[in-house]
T-cell receptor, first 117, second 109 residues
């Protein structure tokens, strides 16, 4: 069964450093997403990406964040200058199956745990 | 502002019992609804989509009430492996998903 993969599984970085989180979405999917989950809190939407550009972004996704699809398979999230409050689990998701004309089921990768020290 | 509200629990339920969760959503324009399951420190896994007509998948039944803006999940004949956090979710497509905080279910032997 196809699945979303993410690397690394755990990233430790110092405050102010840049990090790049990587994802390989399911191959025939068209929509890609990043979410984050701070420990003990709910999953929060960051950004959606379709047709090689950002479709929507939340208020969390400020100028420190960027996304890219550098080739036909990878989808990356870059945080330019990490802050302590960026410590969270970051999930990539993809969808592409149009179901009954209205719903897009999203499938999540295993996540990257980012720890900023 | 889009919100999804759930009772955080925990729900402590004996094995074999039936358990039901509800959640409410604030965005009346939402078109798509889902239940996801999340195990501790793992990714959300899609359990089922929720249709206006309701849908059933084995021991799981989901219902949508658009007039009252609530969604329900019923689990019959609960198993120990059903212990998890159940996430009520709305949205999708370009807008991304809006998650509730989740309801924690503990199935006791």
């Amino acid at each position: 069964e196809p699945e979303v993969t993410q690397t690394p599984s755990h990233q430790v970085t110092q405050m102010g450093q840049e990090v790049i989180l990587r994802c390989v979405p399911i191959s025939n999917h068209l929509y890609f997403y990043w979410y984050r989950q701070i420990l003990g809190q709910k999953v929060e939407f960051l950004v959606s990406f379709y047709n090689n550009e950002i479709s929507e972004k939340s208020e969390i996704f400020d100028d420190q964040f960027s996304v890219e699809r550098p080739d036909g398979s990878n989808f990356t999230l870059k945080i330019r200058s990490t802050k302590l409050e960026d410590s969270a689990m970051y999930f990539c998701a993809s969808s592409g199956v149009l179901l009954r004309g209205t719903s897009y089921e999203q499938y999540f990768g295993p996540g990257t745990r980012l720890t900023v020290t | 502002r889009k919100e999804v509200e759930q009772d955080p629990g925990p729900f402590n339920v004996p094995e074999g019992a039936t358990v039901a969760f509800n959640c409410t959503y604030s965005n009346s324009a939402s078109q798509s609804f889902f239940w996801y399951r999340q195990d501790c420190r793992k990714e959300p896994k899609l359990l089922m989509s929720v249709y206006s007509s309701g849908n059933e998948d084995g021991r799981f039944t989901a219902q949508l009430n658009r007039a009252s803006q609530y969604i329900s999940l019923l689990i019959r004949d609960s198993k120990l492996s059903d212990s998890a956090t159940y996430l009520c979710v709305s949205g999708g497509g370009a807008d991304g998903l809006t998650f509730g905080k989740g309801t924690h279910l503990i199935i006791q032997p």
